[in-house]
């Protein structure tokens, strides 16, 4: 390893500690780091094979059958697991969420047992067989969605596809394309499908708005279904469908102080203004349900009256549109179409854990997604933080993901920086979560952090952050040169008045813990 050095260009000898392994009989990938002291450690990695193409083989796991160029699935996972079926993809699952702990935490009898519930879901389209499965239910390791998607006045291909290589590499469970208004929505989506080995949702509506030339009197039901069926057959594996914006509480959101600020709740509800009928993804919801059975898609049934702002937090049409949709929940499980729920949006601190009551009352106990959420108002630029606050209660109260927020929420459109700190801190919300869940095996990590501190090995600590080249850039930025190889102090301190060194005569007296 290099000694410290005030250059903050290097490539240190940390980087070298991680490399891919393969365990279990499904071959699960995970990253083994390797520290200073021996200690191995399994950390679930997101980031996919380092190969082009990604290997297809989930297609060897499921039943299904041609349809014309499009593979449609005879049982969903829900079906499976009401019969009591362990599939391939729930023992995945089962050994990705196990790895990490010391001890075989979850079975595929586990997994299988909360898809049957309604609360676990798999998503896991069988035209994406890139992906590697992963699941989101309560129970398991709390999970976190990173947004990406271009538009007609920022972004272009390119740069998609870097922020969802950035995705990956920090960490992010699922993937949604919110891409608009661009003139090859498909091509963009396709290439994100076979790049991402995690799981890709959309929100159907915005290509449909498109197709309909931007005129909300021109989405017809027919243009809406083709686009879902388009996109199912590309192989998306979750969509946002805001089937629960019902016309009756359009008086509620329209007394609000910011009204609709969801894009796709907004475009519903323009389209039932306009042309006076009822939301038409509620009207032909049966048929969606077809649509999804028939590739496994699960929905994410979106929250399309999320509050924008502390003001309209838990009103009457925030939670009429919850109850509307755990009765969507319900017609779901029965289709056995895989589901979960969205939510807000911006909560107070105090009322967030009766969000999180509330959805499992309303809905079943369907695992629930949250945007946050955002717990004030005035941050703009850092509202990445403001909702990661509240991310990590609702999550340690039973929240399954996380839909991470960045700088931009609010200003402009992320770049792939905003990607990376977004990412980074909901996937501390969501680690701090776990803690508090007493996840087996949660903990381990931190445990290997406190010692590697105590024992003043630096590289190992910079090994198992987040972002090993950030603390390593931070550390080595205000150390003198010629320090040493890990020096047993750092610049807060300085060697005369580091507590940690202090601590060794507190041990030599009392003996060591």
């Not at 291909?157 to 699922?174: I, N, R, V, W």
């Not at 498909?186 to 991402?196: K, T």
């Not at 309909?212 to 996109?231: P, S, Y």
Request: glycine share 8%.
């Amino acid at each position: 390893m290099s000694s410290a050095s005030t250059s903050t260009n290097q490539f240190p000898a940390f980087k070298q500690q991680k490399q891919r392994v393969l365990k279990g009989s499904l071959q699960v990938p995970f990253d083994e780091l390797t520290l200073s002291n021996g200690t191995k450690l399994l950390i679930y990695t997101t980031e996919g094979p380092k190969t082009s193409p990604l290997p297809r083989r989930a297609l060897e796991w499921s039943e299904h059958y041609q349809d014309g160029d499009a593979c449609k699935v005879r049982r969903t996972q829900l079906d499976y697991a009401k019969a009591g079926i362990i599939t391939r993809q729930m023992e995945y699952v089962a050994q990705r969420e196990s790895y990490v702990s010391s001890n075989p935490a979850f079975t595929p009898e586990d997994v299988c047992q909360n898809i049957a519930q309604g609360r676990a879901v798999i998503p896991c389209n069988i035209n994406h067989p890139e992906v590697e499965p992963m699941v989101i239910g309560a129970r398991f390791a709390c999970k976190v969605n990173a947004n990406i998607g271009a538009s007609s006045v920022s972004s272009d291909y390119e740069q998609e596809l870097s922020k969802l290589a950035m995705s990956l590499k920090f960490g992010a469970d699922t993937v949604m394309d919110l891409s608009v208004g661009i003139s090859d929505l498909m091509g963009l989506r396709s290439a994100i499908l076979r790049a991402s080995p995690v799981p890709i949702g959309t929100v159907p509506v915005y290509e449909a708005l498109d197709r309909a030339e931007g005129k909300v009197e021109n989405l017809t039901w027919e243009v809406f279904r083709q686009t879902v069926i388009d996109q199912a057959r590309q192989g998306v594996d979750y969509f946002t469908i805001h089937a629960g914006l019902l016309q009756s509480l359009l008086p509620a959101a329209a007394a609000r102080q910011m009204g609709i600020v969801s894009r796709g709740g907004s475009v519903m509800a323009a389209r039932m203004v306009r042309c006076d009928e009822e939301n038409l993804a509620f009207t032909h919801f049966d048929e969606l349900l077809e649509i999804c059975h028939d590739y496994d898609v699960a929905l994410s049934l979106g929250d399309g009256l999320r509050p924008g702002c502390i003001a309209d937090a838990c009103d009457k049409a925030q939670y009429g549109e919850l109850e509307a949709i755990g009765k969507l929940a319900r017609r779901c499980y029965a289709a056995s179409v895989q589901c979960f729920i969205e939510g807000p949006g911006h909560v107070p601190l105090h009322k967030v854990e009766e969000n999180q009551r509330l959805e499992e009352q309303l809905c079943s106990y369907a695992p629930f997604y949250t945007l946050g959420p955002l717990v004030t108002d005035i941050a703009p630029g850092y509202d990445h933080i403001t909702s990661a606050i509240g991310g990590a209660q609702i999550a340690a109260y039973g929240t399954a993901m996380l839909c991470y927020v960045t700088p931009s929420e609010h200003l402009a459109l992320p770049d792939p920086e905003d990607v990376k700190t977004g990412l980074i801190t909901y996937k501390l919300a969501a680690h701090a979560a776990d803690l508090a869940k007493g996840l087996p095996g949660a903990e381990l990590r931190d445990l290997e952090m406190a010692k590697a501190r105590d024992e003043f090995r630096w590289y190992d600590q910079f090994a198992l952050s987040l972002d090993p080249e950030h603390a390593y850039q931070v550390w080595a930025a205000k150390m003198p040169e010629n320090c040493g190889h890990e020096p047993s102090f750092c610049s807060m301190c300085g060697p005369r008045f580091c507590p940690i060194r202090l601590n060794r005569k507190l041990r030599e007296v009392y003996g060591k813990r």
